[in-house]
């Protein structure tokens, strides 16, 4: 349980700093500098508390881990499933503002809010016809 639960939590780390490589567009060595720390010192921490008993959960199974070949296939897998999506969408995104000029981003929101807006509707009646019920 241990191992998965470190193993999803450095998955996170990881997508977290692809995302943000992929959101912003300009990078600077200080800027790259502080993503690629941000991965390290997953690991790091990792093998830091490895050697210390007060960590109980991790002491002296992080190298058991980092050899399972399916811990490994699993943190590139979704690192590069993210890669793929955001790509995809940054594409989807620009090619629709450039052949229907206007951002699809907004269209999307429009939709989505018209939706919350039926589902609470729907709620709104569902509620008043229990209380109906009920009296």
């Known amino acids: ?3 998965a639960g470190h193993s999803v939590y450095g998955t996170c780390v990881i997508v977290a700093n692809v995302v943000i490589l992929h959101k912003f567009h300009i990078h600077t060595f200080l800027s790259m500098f502080f993503v690629a720390i941000g991965i ?3 690991f790091f921490a990792m ?3 490895n050697y210390f008993p007060e960590f109980h959960g991790i002491y002296c199974w992080t ?5 399972q070949k399916i811990i490994w296939f699993s943190i590139v897998f979704v690192a ?3 890669t793929l999506f955001e790509q995809f969408f940054r594409t989807y995104f620009e090619y629709h503002e450039i052949i229907f000029g206007k951002p699809k981003m907004l269209t999307l929101k429009t939709e989505t809010n018209e939706v919350l807006d039926s589902m609470s509707n729907f709620l709104i009646k ?8 009920n009296l």
């Open 47 to 49: 093998g830091f508390e």
């Open 1 to 3: 349980m241990w191992v």
């Open 40 to 42: 390290i010192l997953f």
């Open 63 to 67: 190298g058991e881990l980092f050899r």
């Open 80 to 82: 590069l499933q993210t």
């Open 126 to 133: 569902m509620v008043e016809q229990e209380k109906k019920k």
